[in-house]
């Protein structure tokens, strides 16, 4: 008996000395309580969902304000605040879904995503108006279709009818697997299915209203520099740069993707973390060693500042043209809280910034817990970031000059630092969902992340910078370069003897232990 009081007396005191990091845990029992919501095998009524928040708020009125009952109490609040913010997101976004499949149906409404495909055709997403056969109440509110002709003509904002088969979204083939039903359900698609015929204009179609006018509008642009930057660029290495630019992945054939899966490069096909800072550092960095250049302002001006606040609005720039994906959008929030820390003069690379800008995305899509880039990308920045604070923190204050030499050992043994915590970090989360591990990713991203930084991305950057002024043609060429040497390198390593590995079936539990495991291992210190 005192022995186990002495053992809770040890951990409240380390637990006291790291109160600290408390903060860190929130948004992970904050994700627990969604991923309660979400494995509850019936759906709960919403006071079910909002009473253990309820009674954990009284609670919390009762205890006193420091120490570990309020640290427990604290712990409870945040998980019974997740459960209760996935029900209110699911009630929120709850829309009618196509009960059986309908043949041959007129759909109407205003296209809200043209998505292009190679060898021709494409998918839209169309905002239903009318569906013949179907009465309003059992109307969804999207639908997604595949046409098998070309899409030229068909532009966001547009008003259309066409002729489709419509089936409800499909749940997950195997038990366990990816539900793109649930998927469709929080983007608000009811049907999904294929053209029978050709669009048309929709006499009927109704004004739109200003939020539709604009995402239109950013549709249309986005499809505009799409076209320019494949004129500029032809095949399939301008559909990559259009990728890198605009989000737009149609024109990338599957084994392409396949090159860049099995090489471990595939993050680099899709706009993320990665590109964000690549885009929205450069800006800083450059406009500050332009203000940098002249005296009089940055003697009298806080130029960091200033870079900062230009960074986070290129930041938002790059994520309206690249289409706000979901990967986008958490990337862009996350960058965002980074340079709102430089404007305020607090430390950019934090780990409560990354728990600040997990607590937003999970408040705000709680659907998201379960999105598999959503784990990989924030395992990854967890255990990058909690090791840069842990070398940060031992680092000596007067360091050694460094030459060039040094520079470059160092910016090429941080690649290989990088890319084996991130690959560390997303290991169990891919060995989980996709069963496959690429055994020589660190090779692949030695070879093409210099090359993604320091030729493909910047070369972006100064081809928007000179679209509008017709000159993105020379740093288009630039970027073409730098993308078939990361399509070599995909290629390359690839079809390398046991480039990947195969791996059995994990148990949720053996899984939910892992990120446990590492979870502890990072945040606490």
């Known amino acids: 008996m005192a022995g186990g009081i002495f053992a809770v007396s040890a951990l409240a005191s380390r637990l006291a000395d790291e109160q600290d990091r408390w903060f860190l845990w929130g948004p992970v029992l904050f994700g627990v309580g969604v991923g309660l919501y979400f494995s509850i095998s019936s759906e709960p009524g919403l006071m079910l969902a909002a009473a253990p928040f309820i009674a954990v708020v009284t609670m919390r009125l009762a205890v ?11 712990a409870l609040l945040c998980l019974s605040a997740g459960l209760a913010l996935a029900k209110i997101r699911s009630e929120t976004v709850g829309a009618p879904i196509l009960a059986a499949r309908l043949e041959n149906a007129l ?39 595949r046409m098998m002709d070309s899409v030229e003509g068909v ?35 009811g049907g999904v299915g294929y053209a029978r015929g050709v669009a048309e204009p929709d006499p009927d179609a109704g004004p739109t209203g200003l939020a539709e006018d604009l995402r239109s509008r950013i549709e249309r642009v986005r499809q ?67 203000l940098a250049a002249f005296p009089a302002i940055v003697l009298r001006f806080e130029i960091k500042r200033w870079a900062a606040i230009a960074a986070a609005i290129a930041a938002l720039a790059y994520l309206m043209i690249s289409g706000a994906s979901f990967a986008t959008v958490r990337s862009w929030i996350m960058i965002s809280i980074m340079f709102l820390a430089v404007v305020l003069d607090r430390p950019a690379v934090a780990l409560r910034n990354v728990a600040l800008a997990a607590f937003l995305i999970l408040a705000i899509w709680p659907e998201s817990l379960l999105d598999v880039g959503f784990q990989m990308s924030f395992a990854a920045v967890v255990c990058l970031v909690s090791v840069y604070e842990w070398l940060r923190d031992r680092e000596s204050e007067t360091r050694p000059g460094r030459g ?8 090429f043994g941080g690649i290989v630092l990088s890319t084996l915590i991130a690959s560390l970090s997303v290991a169990p989360f891919a060995a989980y969902h996709f069963h496959k591990s690429q055994q020589y990713a660190i090779i692949a991203n030695l070879i093409a992340i210099p090359i993604c930084n320091l030729i493909v991305m910047p070369a972006a950057l100064a081809s928007m910078l000179a679209m509008p002024l017709g000159l993105e043609g020379p740093p288009l060429r630039v970027m073409a370069w730098g993308i078939e040497a990361m399509v070599w390198c995909a290629n390359a390593v690839a079809s390398l003897p046991g480039a990947v590995g195969r791996i059995p079936a994990i148990p949720l539990s053996a899984f939910l232990t892992m990120v446990a495991g590492g979870l502890w291992l990072a945040l606490w210190r």
């Open 404 to 411: 060039p030499v040094m520079t470059v050992l160092l910016f």
């Open 224 to 290: 505009a520099i799409g076209a320019r930057i494949t004129a500029a660029i032809p095949g399939e290495t301008g559909a990559i740069a259009n990728a890198l630019i605009t989000g737009e992945r149609g024109g990338i054939t599957e084994a392409t993707n396949d090159a860049f899966r099995d090489s471990g490069l595939l993050h680099i096909l899709s706009i993320s973390g990665l590109h964000m800072v690549i885009m929205a550092g450069t800006v800083f960095f450059v406009l500050r060693l332009v």
């Open 155 to 189: 532009t966001p904002g547009a008003a259309i009818r066409i002729k489709a088969t419509l089936s409800p979204p499909a749940g997950p083939v195997l038990a366990g697997g990816y539900d793109f039903a649930r998927a469709a359900y929080f983007l608000g698609i």
């Open 107 to 145: 759909v109407a409404g205003r296209v809200e995503q043209v998505e292009p495909k190679p060898g021709g055709g494409g998918r839209i997403t169309l905002k239903v108006r009318a569906i013949d056969r179907l009465e309003a109440a059992d109307r969804p509110r999207r639908v997604r279709i």
């Open 64 to 74: 006193p304000a420091f120490g570990m009952a309020a640290m427990a109490v604290s």
